[in-house]
DNA sequence: CTATTATAGACTCATTGAGTCTGTAATAGC
DNA sequence: GCTATTACAGACTCAATGAGTCTATAATAG
């Protein structure tokens, strides 16, 4: 019962893009140096990022990835399941029924209760906070 | 991000043990027969429901587990964490500071909400209900 | 002493996470 | 149209973990 390390990077990417001054492209190098981590691999994470419509790409010289619109509503959930997916946590699978397990009944319930929860809580709620491990890092922006 | 599907085996056994007579002992052997698993995989599992304090073992011939006392109290969060542990699941880990990272915080946040409602929700409320797949099998208790 | 039960640990196998490497496609500027 | 720069896709490696088996040991009742 564990989060991927991918999700700890797609929300921190993300967060990032949100304490950008809006419409602000980036390319995943920068963005890669900022985390510590191989471009390749965070590439990856960005292409999750954008088939889930979170970001866009745009490749080319003057290309990379910025926010596509709406900041404000921009939730942990939809980053999480950007990564994680949306299936359940939680499947019975004993025997064969796998709809009428009320086992299966409560677990989902409590699955929703965090998925609202986490649907609640919207990235730019942190963006004015503070990102500390910026300021010890060289400025991202040349 | 899923739960093991010892969570769900767990969870299953720990319903049966609720919906039995209080105080009745039963084996391994009867336990995994009844959930068409093997017995020395399942008692891996119960060992660990020994050491969470949620049921107890007598060795020998007249042995087997039985509930330790509450079956009020018993809830979905007691038979998950004693199988998954209590580590949070999601760990920041960017850079060096796992303290003063606000995304984890809020993500711990999220998983405090899940946890108190798996609190909240105990085994007995199904025990009455039904357990389906246990009619479509012979009796337990011989 | 013996049968029955729980417990522990080593072991195998398949899956998945994490990350790298290489190549391909698309875009801007010349 | 050529080139540099970027995103994208897929094959690949490595380690860790889940899932389950097997064997041996300890404890209890008769």
Redesign the pocket.
């Known amino acids: 019962?564990?989060y991927?390390?991918?999700?700890?990077?797609a929300l921190h990417t993300m967060l990032y893009f949100v304490s950008l001054p809006a419409g602000t492209t980036?390319?995943?190098?920068q963005?890669a140096t900022i985390q510590r981590?191989?471009?390749?691999?965070l590439?990856?994470i960005?292409?999750k990022l954008?088939?889930a419509g979170l970001i866009?790409?745009?490749?080319?010289?003057?290309?990379?990835?910025k926010l596509v619109k709406n900041n404000a509503d921009l939730s942990f959930l939809d980053v999480i399941q950007a990564i994680?997916g949306t299936a359940t946590a939680f499947h019975c699978g004993a025997g064969l029924q796998h709809d009428s397990c009320l086992i299966q009944q409560v677990m989902m319930d409590a699955e929703q209760q965090l998925e609202e929860y986490l649907k609640a809580r919207k990235l730019v709620e942190l963006a004015e906070g503070a990102m500390p491990w910026l300021s010890t890092l060289e400025d991202p922006v040349r």
Chains 1, 2 share one sequence.
């Not at 980036?26 to 190098?29: A, R, S």
């Not at 981590?37 to 691999?41: D, H, I, N």
């Open positions: 019962m564990k991927s390390q991918a999700t700890n990077y980036i390319g995943v190098q963005l981590l191989s471009p390749t691999y590439s990856k960005l292409t954008v088939k866009e790409s745009t490749p080319g010289i003057h290309g990379g990835y994680e």
